[in-house]
């Protein structure tokens, strides 16, 4: 009925999109349903009741719910009382997150997706089809993940792989220092979702309890003096079984649900990131050395003897310190100080 809508203006072409595509009413409607039998948590709701609040007949209420099963949520269905939420599928789902999300830029645009090869490859592809500064692809799974020094990140099921899409007018050489704002952010939003003692070991790893739990891996677009686009591509171990992780891998990582105790409520996680990324991301554009102070406060690199292995080379030193680049400055056994710009850290004391 409304086919007939003149894209003249932006708010009337949303209209027309909304008016015409089936989809996207199927989701509106669903999602509302969630939300309704989210509320009423403690009594059933009828599919009456869903149907009139909404303004649907009772048997597209009976294809939402079923819909929602399909998702893996469980639904408690009572002839005469209704239906209630008995238990929730660990999946995100994009209504969640743009629901109850606190920031201006990061995560206003969200791209989500259930698998993809790399979410840094395809944020990296929109980048530079022009997608927005803040702009996060999410994946529940990825088939290649990328880890530093062209390793593989292994992306099963139940944690979270995002790239963020970023356009800092920064000196290209400044750009590395992205990666440690980055380490700053999840780490902060460790300690206060899952309340854990997440560390950082340089250059850009997160720890706990001196095991793995996440990556960052930054990658850029530039022309000769000038960033065209950062992606920050952020890895963390949150829900899944450690055991899918092959032997060798599994005794050096750990998970944030091992470590709290309890399964992390993935959603409330990213806003918790998203927040700690557009905080340290203004922060850095404004101060870079007070991300500087905030990742020396974070580390656990720095005041140990170390064993650097950076481009084939084999180091070792007291880690003394980092510079304004956020290379590690080593001081070696005759004195002499190296600043080390890539590289995989063994921490010996
Ligand atoms: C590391 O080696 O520690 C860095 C791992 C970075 C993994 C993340 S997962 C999301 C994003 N997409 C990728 O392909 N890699 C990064």
Same mark, same amino acid.
């Given at each position: &009925? ?9 708010? !009337? ?14 989701? &509106?409607?669903? #999602?509302?349903? /969630? ?8 009594? =059933? ?27 893996? =949520?469980?639904? +408690? ?12 599928? #660990? ?6 997150? *743009? ?16 698998? *993809? ?19 996060? %692809? ?10 530093? /020094? ?29 990666? /440690? &704002?980055?380490?700053? @952010?999840? @780490?902060?939003?460790? !300690?206060?979702?899952?309340? *854990?003692? $997440? $560390? ?37 171990? %949150?829900?899944? +079984? ?7 891998? !599994? +005794? ?12 992390? #409520?993935?959603?409330?996680? /990213? ?17 870079? @050395?007070? *991300? ?13 003897? %170390? ?8 180091? +070792? ?33």
């Amino acid at each position: &009925m409304f086919r007939g809508c003149k894209k003249k203006n932006g708010s !009337r072409v949303v209209f027309c999109i909304l008016a015409t595509n089936p989809i996207i009413w199927f989701t &509106m409607y669903k #999602d509302k349903i /969630l939300n309704l039998l989210r509320l009423s948590r403690s009594g =059933f709701l009828s599919g009456e009741e869903l149907a009139k609040k909404i303004g649907i007949s009772r048997t597209m209420v009976w294809k939402h719910i079923k819909s929602l099963e399909f998702e893996g =949520f469980v639904i +408690e269905a009572v002839p005469s009382r209704g239906y209630q939420i008995s238990s929730e599928p #660990d999946i995100l789902r994009k209504s969640d997150l *743009v629901r109850g999300l606190k920031t201006k830029i990061i995560g206003r645009k969200i791209q989500l997706l259930s698998q *993809v090869v790399s979410t840094n490859t395809l944020a990296m592809e929109m980048a530079s089809k022009g997608m927005p500064e803040g702009m996060v %692809v999410i994946a529940e799974t990825q088939t290649g993940g990328k880890g530093r /020094l062209n390793r593989k990140w292994i992306s099963p099921k139940g944690n979270l792989y995002l790239s963020v899409i970023l356009r800092p007018n920064i000196p290209i050489h400044k750009a590395p220092l992205i990666t /440690l &704002m980055g380490a700053v @952010a999840v @780490a902060s939003a460790i !300690r206060t979702v899952c309340n *854990v003692q $997440a $560390a950082i070991k340089w250059p850009n790893d997160i720890h706990l309890r001196g095991k793995k739990v996440s990556g960052l891996l930054t990658e850029m677009s530039a022309e000769q003096d000038r960033i065209r686009h950062i992606v920050l591509g952020i890895g963390i171990n %949150v829900n899944m +079984e450690i055991n899918v992780l092959q032997v060798g891998i !599994r +005794e050096i990582a750990t998970t944030l649900a091992v470590e709290a105790g309890h399964n992390i #409520d993935r959603t409330i996680f /990213l806003h918790q990131l998203f927040q700690g990324i557009e905080h340290w991301y203004q922060e850095f554009l404004s101060n870079a @050395a007070g *991300v500087l102070t905030e990742w020396e406060r974070l580390n656990v690199t720095i005041g140990n003897r %170390v064993m650097v292995s950076s481009l084939g080379e084999m180091l +070792e030193g007291l880690a003394q310190g980092i510079d304004s680049e956020g290379r590690l400055i080593i001081k070696q056994e005759d004195g002499s100080m190296r600043h080390i710009s890539a590289g995989d850290v063994t921490l010996k004391s």
